[in-house]
């Protein structure tokens, strides 16, 4: 399942008073898991930013200026995007934003699925702050790197966030777990290792000696039931 975590930054907080798009970024993930596939662009806005948005993100005209208008990556962005659903922190915010940017620019409107991980928060920790930043803390996410917003930056931190509130991080890989747990094939799911057309890190000599390595495991392992599917 393709689905794209998405964030932007702007001049302001409605498209409705002028304000436009001054960065974008997406990350593709597969099955919960990051590709490696992203977009990111910085947006000449073609107007002034003002000083408390650049309070936030750190964003001048000065850096904006030479960039490509939002007109001259619409296409490219659109292409990424594609028909996955769009996950993001306050979606209608951002979602707002592009579509009164592609209709400026008389380019389709994205009617994409859409998830907001803020509302999803929400439901899970009903009165407490579900900001970005609180809840890279309730799940030991490391925030160091975030010293002003950044779509950038927050996308990387929003997938990781995704999956902590989804429950859908990888089962721990504990090579000496009981055998018993897995006596029934069905007890473990190793589809989740398999299908994600990932690139090979490894080298041929890497990989030798991993399935050397495997081979000294019981028939029980993990890495058998991987390997034989």
């Not at 777990?177 to 589809?191: C, G, L, R, Y």
Request: charge should be negative; aromatic fraction near 8%.
């Amino acid at each position: 399942m393709r689905e794209i975590i998405l964030d932007t930054e702007t001049t302001g907080l409605n498209p409705n008073e002028g304000h436009k798009v001054i960065e974008i970024a997406a990350i593709e993930i597969i099955d919960f898991l990051p590709s490696g596939k992203t977009f990111h662009k910085y947006i000449n806005p073609e107007r002034d930013v003002p000083q408390q948005s650049t309070d936030i993100h750190g964003l001048t005209i000065d850096f904006l200026s030479d960039k490509k208008i939002f007109r001259k990556i619409a296409d490219e962005f659109l292409e990424f995007v594609s028909d996955s659903p769009i996950i993001a922190h306050n979606v209608d915010f951002d979602i707002g934003f592009l579509n009164y940017e592609l209709s400026n620019c008389e380019k389709d409107r994205l009617t994409n699925k859409t998830i907001d991980t803020v509302a999803i928060a929400r439901e899970k920790f009903p009165g407490q702050s579900v900001s970005l930043d609180a809840l890279c803390k309730r799940y030991n996410i490391s925030i160091a790197a975030r010293e002003k917003h950044s779509a950038i930056l927050d996308t990387e931190l929003l997938s990781k966030v995704y999956i902590e509130l989804l429950d859908k991080k990888e089962p721990t890989l504990d090579l000496n777990i009981d055998a018993k747990i897995f006596e029934n094939d069905t007890e473990f799911d190793v589809s989740k290792f398999k299908n994600r057309e990932l690139p090979m890190r490894l080298s041929k000599e890497e990989e030798e000696l991993h399935k050397d390595f495997v081979e000294t495991l019981g028939p029980k392992a993990i890495w058998k039931k991987i390997n034989s599917n």
